[in-house]
C-alpha cells in the first residue's frame, strides 16, 4: 500500500497521507464490523500487518478446525465411541487410535492455543491483557490442559481414566465466539436473578412434598410375601416424594403417580391439580418470562457495548483519516534545504475537520470487508458526497450508519432473450411453472402414500409395477423442468437460489437411480430380491433409495412462499433463526459436552449387563424391563445419547430410577441438574430468541405495509448478527461519551513522532 499525496490549493500546500495512517484506519473499520475494540495497538507498521493477519478470515477458520478436532478427537479416544452398537448385551469391537497419535494431535492443539493466546497479548499489550478475564482464562485453561496431557503421557491413556482437559475443552469453543462470550456474560449476570425465581419453585415442589408424604403415607403390609402398594414407592421418603414431582413437574410420570392415589380416593386428584396448575402452568411459564426478560436485559446492556464499540471505532478512523503530514506545494525557496523540506513533511501537521474523498474511498476499497457492503459503503458515500471533494464528519457518520443496515433479499435480475426464446424463457421463469410444478409434487407425494400403504397386498408387485411407472414420468418432468428453468435464469442465477439447486440436485438423483435400478433389475418396480434384503433390516435396497428421496418432493411446496405476504414473517424467522441461533447451540453443546464427560467420569461400568434373572424380574416400566441397555455412561456417544433422552424428559424418571439402583441415590442429582439447565434454563432462551426473531419481522413487516417487492415477491430481510436483532432496543450513544472515550485511548492510536 503506497502513501497517497494531495494537493490543497487553498493553502498551497502538499499533503501526505502515510501508509500507517491508511492502515491504522483500515484496521479501526475493521474493527468497527467486528464490533472489536480499539484497545490494542495501532504502531509499528508490523503490528498492524500482524493484527489483520490473524483476524483475517483463514486464521479464523484455522482456530476453528483446531477446536472442532480437538472436540471431536473424544469420540475415538478411549473409551472409543467407534463401535457399531453400546448394548451392553452385545460384544463391542471399539476402534481407537494408538495413545501416541491421540496425545500428539493433542499436543499439537495446546501448543497452537498457546500461540493463540500469545499474539492476543502481544497485539493488546500487557496492560490491557492483565484486564481481560477471557485472556487469562484462556492461558491457565491451556496451561492445565498440557499438564494434564503430560500426565496421560506418564500414565498411559487407558490408565488415566479422569483428564481434566477433557471437561476442560468446550471452553475453546467458547473464546472464539464473541457471540457465545456476550451470552456466557450476560448468563453469568442475570444468574442471581434467575436463582430467586428457582428458590421460588423449589420451595413449592418442597411445600407439596411434605404434603405428599402426609396424605400418601406407606401401606403396611401383613404379611412379608404381601406384595407393596404401587401407590405407596412414590413418597416413601422426602427425597423419593422430592424428586418424583420435580419428574411429575415435566409430565413425564403423570399417569403412574396420579392413578393410584386417584384410585383409592377421587379427592386426592385434587393435590396433583393444584401441584402442576401452581408449578407447571404458573411457575414454570412465570420462570420461563422472568428468565429470558433479564436475560435480555442484560444481553441488551451487552449489545449497547457493542454498539459504542462501533461508534468509537468509527470515529478514531475518522480522526487518523484527519491526520496527515504537509509540505509547500511550490519548489523551496533558497534558505530551505532539502533536509529541512523532509524533516517539515515528517513532522508537522495541521489540523484539519474535513478529509478527502480519494483518502477515504481507498482506505474503505483496502478494508477486508464483504465486497457487497463495501460497495454499499462506496455508493452510500458517494451519494451523500457527491459535489464536494472533502468528507466531514457527518457526512462519514452517516456513511458508516450502513454497517448497521438490515440486508434486504433483492431478487437477482437475470438475461433477457428475443423472439419465441422469450416465450420459452417467460414460461421458465413464470410463477404458473413454480405451481404446477408444486401440484405434480402433491400428486407425487400421493402415489408414494398409496405405494406405501399397499406394501403388503397380495397384488402389490402388478399395483407397484403401475405405480412405479408413474412415478418415473413425474421425475422426467422434475428433470425437464429444471433444465427449462436452468437455461432461462442461466447458470449464475438459477444457483443462487437455494431450492432451485435442491431441486435439480434431487430430479438428478431420482432421475439416474431409475435409471440404474432399471438397468439393473430389467425394471422400475420393486423386485423379490429387494423384498428379502429389505426385510432383513434397514431398507438399503436401490427401489428403497429412490422413495425415500422422492419423498423430498414435498419440499417443493416450499418455493410458492416468496409469492405471499406474510412469507416474509415466517421464512424470515426461520432463515434468521439458522443463522442466530448458533450461538446458543453452541453454549448447548458446551454444556452436552462437560457433562458427557462428567457422566463418564461418574458412572462409566456402574451399568452391567444384564442376567436371566435380571430380565425375568423386572419391574413393569422399568429400566430393565424396557431394555434400554443401549442408554450407558461406557463412552462419549452413548452419554450424549443419555443426556438427550433425559432433555427431551420423555420417560426421563425411568433414567433417574435406574441410575439410582445402579449407583447411589446422589447420584440423580447429575441427571436433575442437566434437565434443568439444559430443558429449563438454555432451551428456554433459544425459544424466547426465537419469539425475538418472529416480532422482530412482525414490526418490519408492519413498518413497511406488507409491501411487496420485485414481482410480487415478498421482500425478506437477513438478520445478520444478534446485534441487528436488538438494535432497536439500543441507544444512540452521545459525541460527549465517544469523546471522552477517545481522550481515554488516545495513547493507543495516536501516531508518535518520528525521528528526524
Known amino acids: 500500500?503506497?502513501?497517497?499525496?494531495?494537493?490543497?490549493?487553498?493553502?498551497?500546500?502538499?499533503?501526505?497521507?502515510?501508509?500507517?495512517?491508511?492502515?491504522?484506519?483500515?484496521?479501526?473499520?475493521?474493527?468497527?464490523?467486528?464490533?472489536?475494540?480499539?484497545?490494542?495497538?495501532?504502531?509499528?507498521?508490523?503490528?498492524?500487518?500482524l493484527y489483520r493477519?490473524?483476524?483475517?478470515?483463514?486464521?479464523?477458520?484455522?482456530?476453528?478446525?483446531?477446536?472442532?478436532?480437538?472436540?471431536?478427537?473424544?469420540?475415538?479416544?478411549?473409551?472409543?465411541?467407534?463401535?457399531?452398537?453400546?448394548?451392553?448385551?452385545?460384544?463391542?469391537?471399539?476402534?481407537?487410535?494408538?495413545?501416541?497419535?491421540?496425545?500428539?494431535?493433542?499436543?499439537?492443539?495446546?501448543?497452537?492455543?498457546?500461540?493463540?493466546?500469545?499474539?492476543?497479548?502481544?497485539?493488546?499489550?500487557?496492560?490491557?491483557?492483565?484486564?481481560?478475564?477471557?485472556?487469562?482464562?484462556y492461558f491457565i485453561v491451556t496451561t492445565v490442559s498440557m499438564i494434564d496431557l503430560i500426565i496421560s503421557l506418564t500414565l498411559g491413556c487407558q490408565a488415566k481414566t479422569v483428564n481434566i482437559r477433557f471437561l476442560l475443552r468446550p471452553f475453546y469453543m467458547a473464546v472464539i465466539s464473541q457471540e457465545m462470550k456476550k451470552i456466557f456474560n450476560s448468563l453469568r449476570k442475570s444468574f442471581l436473578q434467575i436463582l430467586s425465581v428457582t428458590i421460588l419453585l423449589g420451595i413449592h415442589v418442597y411445600f407439596f412434598s411434605v404434603i405428599g408424604m402426609i396424605l400418601f403415607p406407606p401401606a403396611r403390609k401383613d404379611s412379608p410375601s404381601e406384595r407393596a402398594d404401587e401407590g405407596t414407592k412414590y413418597f416413601p421418603?422426602?427425597?423419593?416424594?422430592?424428586?418424583?414431582?420435580?419428574?411429575?413437574?415435566?409430565?413425564?410420570?403423570?399417569?403412574?403417580?396420579?392413578?393410584?392415589?386417584?384410585?383409592?380416593?377421587?379427592?386426592?386428584?385434587?393435590?396433583?391439580?393444584?401441584?402442576?396448575?401452581?408449578?407447571?402452568?404458573?411457575?414454570?411459564?412465570?420462570?420461563?418470562?422472568?428468565?429470558?426478560?433479564?436475560f435480555k436485559e442484560f444481553f441488551t446492556t451487552s449489545m449497547q457495548n457493542s454498539l459504542f464499540r462501533r461508534r468509537l471505532a468509527v470515529r478514531a478512523c475518522f480522526d487518523i483519516l484527519l491526520e496527515r503530514q504537509i509540505a509547500p506545494s511550490s519548489s523551496p525557496s533558497p534558505a530551505t534545504t532539502a533536509d529541512d523540506t523532509t524533516t517539515s513533511l515528517l513532522t508537522h501537521r495541521i489540523s484539519r475537520s474535513t478529509a478527502p474523498m480519494l483518502v477515504v474511498t481507498r482506505m474503505i476499497s483496502s478494508t477486508n470487508l464483504p465486497y457487497l457492503l463495501k460497495q454499499e459503503l462506496l455508493s452510500t458515500l458517494t451519494r451523500n458526497?457527491?459535489?464536494?471533494?472533502?468528507v466531514n464528519w457527518d457526512t462519514f457518520s452517516l456513511t458508516m450508519l450502513s454497517l448497521d443496515a438490515d440486508v434486504q433479499k433483492v431478487p437477482i435480475e437475470h438475461h433477457e432473450y428475443s423472439g419465441v426464446w422469450?416465450?420459452?424463457?417467460?414460461?421458465?421463469?413464470?410463477?404458473?411453472?413454480?405451481?404446477?410444478?408444486?401440484?405434480?409434487?402433491?400428486?407425487?407425494?400421493?402415489?408414494?402414500?398409496?405405494?406405501?400403504?399397499?406394501?403388503?397386498?397380495?397384488?402389490?408387485?402388478?399395483?407397484?409395477?403401475?405405480?412405479?411407472?408413474?412415478?418415473?414420468?413425474?421425475?422426467?418432468?422434475?428433470?425437464?423442468?429444471?433444465?427449462?428453468?436452468?437455461?432461462?435464469?442461466?447458470p449464475k442465477v438459477f444457483f443462487k437460489y437455494f431450492f432451485n439447486t435442491f431441486d435439480a440436485s434431487l430430479a438428478l438423483a431420482l432421475f439416474v437411480l431409475h435409471i440404474v435400478h432399471c438397468g439393473i433389475y430389467g425394471t422400475l418396480s420393486i423386485t423379490t430380491s429387494e423384498v428379502i434384503r429389505d426385510a432383513?433390516?434397514?431398507?438399503?435396497?436401490?427401489w428403497a433409495i429412490t422413495r425415500i428421496?422422492?419423498?423430498?418432493?414435498?419440499?417443493?411446496?416450499?418455493?410458492?412462499?416468496?409469492?405471499?405476504?406474510?412469507?416474509?414473517?415466517?421464512?424470515?424467522?426461520?432463515?434468521?433463526?439458522?443463522?442466530?441461533?448458533?450461538?446458543?447451540?453452541?453454549?448447548?453443546?458446551?454444556?452436552?459436552?462437560?457433562?458427557?464427560v462428567l457422566g463418564m467420569w461418574l458412572f462409566r461400568g456402574v451399568i452391567k449387563p444384564p442376567t436371566e434373572s435380571d430380565i425375568v424380574n423386572a419391574t413393569c416400566g422399568?429400566?430393565?424391563?424396557?431394555?434400554?441397555?443401549?442408554?450407558?455412561?461406557?463412552?462419549?456417544?452413548?452419554?450424549?445419547?443419555?443426556?438427550?433422552?433425559?432433555?427431551?424428559?420423555?420417560?426421563?424418571?425411568?433414567?433417574?430410577?435406574?441410575?439410582?439402583?445402579?449407583?447411589?441415590?446422589?447420584?440423580?442429582?447429575?441427571?436433575?441438574?442437566?434437565?434443568?439447565?439444559?430443558?429449563?434454563?438454555?432451551?428456554?432462551?433459544?425459544?424466547?430468541?426465537?419469539?425475538?426473531?418472529?416480532?422482530?419481522?412482525?414490526a418490519r413487516f408492519e413498518e413497511s405495509g406488507f409491501a411487496q417487492g420485485h414481482h410480487g415477491l415478498a421482500n425478506t430481510y437477513f438478520v445478520k448478527t444478534l446485534f441487528h436483532l436488538f438494535k432497536r432496543s439500543l441507544r444512540e450513544p452521545s459525541d460527549d461519551e465517544i469523546n471522552q472515550a477517545l481522550v481515554k485511548y488516545k495513547q493507543l492510536y495516536d501516531n508518535p513522532q518520528e525521528p528526524n
Request: proline content about 2%; aromatic content about 16%; some cysteine.
Open 622 to 698: 422399568s429400566y430393565q424391563q424396557s431394555q434400554y441397555w443401549a442408554n450407558n455412561f461406557d463412552d462419549f456417544y452413548s452419554t450424549i445419547v443419555v443426556l438427550y433422552d433425559v432433555m427431551l424428559v420423555n420417560n426421563w424418571g425411568v433414567f433417574l430410577v435406574a441410575l439410582r439402583e445402579f449407583s447411589t441415590r446422589w447420584s440423580q442429582l447429575y441427571l436433575v441438574s442437566w434437565w434443568f439447565l439444559s430443558n429449563v434454563y438454555i432451551l428456554a432462551l433459544v425459544l424466547g430468541f426465537i419469539v425475538e426473531l418472529f416480532s422482530l419481522n412482525v
Open 549 to 596: 428421496l422422492n419423498l423430498f418432493v414435498i419440499f417443493r411446496a416450499i418455493r410458492s412462499m416468496p409469492h405471499f405476504t406474510n412469507y416474509g414473517i415466517i421464512m424470515g424467522t426461520i432463515s434468521d433463526g439458522m443463522r442466530n441461533l448458533k450461538a446458543f447451540i453452541g453454549i448447548l453443546i458446551c454444556l452436552f459436552y462437560s457433562y458427557a
Open 1 to 49: 500500500m503506497s502513501d497517497i499525496i494531495v494537493d490543497d490549493p487553498h493553502h498551497g500546500t502538499r499533503e501526505s497521507w502515510s501508509e500507517r495512517h491508511l492502515l491504522q484506519a483500515i484496521v479501526l473499520l475493521e474493527d468497527a464490523y467486528s464490533f472489536r475494540s480499539i484497545a490494542h495497538k495501532l504502531f509499528p507498521l508490523n503490528i498492524l500487518k
Open 385 to 390: 458526497n457527491e459535489r464536494n471533494d472533502e
Open 237 to 294: 421418603d422426602f427425597a423419593d416424594a422430592l424428586l418424583n414431582l420435580v419428574v411429575l413437574l415435566t409430565t413425564a410420570n403423570n399417569p403412574d403417580v396420579t392413578i393410584p392415589a386417584y384410585s383409592k380416593n377421587r379427592l386426592y386428584i385434587i393435590y396433583f391439580a393444584v401441584f402442576l396448575t401452581i408449578g407447571l402452568y404458573c411457575l414454570m411459564t412465570l420462570f420461563t418470562v422472568i428468565k429470558m426478560n433479564t
Open 422 to 490: 422469450a416465450v420459452i424463457q417467460l414460461i421458465g421463469a413464470s410463477k404458473y411453472l413454480t405451481w404446477f410444478g408444486n401440484v405434480i409434487g402433491l400428486l407425487n407425494f400421493i402415489v408414494l402414500v398409496v405405494e406405501g400403504s399397499v406394501r403388503y397386498h397380495p397384488s402389490f408387485f402388478t399395483i407397484d409395477l403401475i405405480l412405479s411407472n408413474v412415478l418415473f414420468s413425474f421425475c422426467i418432468y422434475y428433470f425437464l423442468e429444471s433444465i427449462l428453468k436452468l437455461w432461462s435464469l442461466r
Open 53 to 137: 493477519l490473524y483476524w483475517s478470515k483463514w486464521i479464523q477458520r484455522l482456530l476453528t478446525f483446531v477446536v472442532s478436532c480437538q472436540l471431536l478427537l473424544i469420540f475415538i479416544q478411549y473409551p472409543s465411541s467407534f463401535s457399531r452398537t453400546s448394548d451392553l448385551r452385545q460384544e463391542r469391537n471399539r476402534i481407537t487410535l494408538p495413545c501416541g497419535v491421540q496425545l500428539a494431535i493433542e499436543f499439537i492443539c495446546l501448543i497452537i492455543f498457546y500461540i493463540d493466546v500469545i499474539i492476543r497479548a502481544y497485539l493488546i499489550g500487557l496492560k490491557i491483557a492483565r484486564r481481560k478475564p477471557w485472556l487469562i482464562a
Open 536 to 542: 432383513r433390516g434397514t431398507a438399503t435396497s436401490i
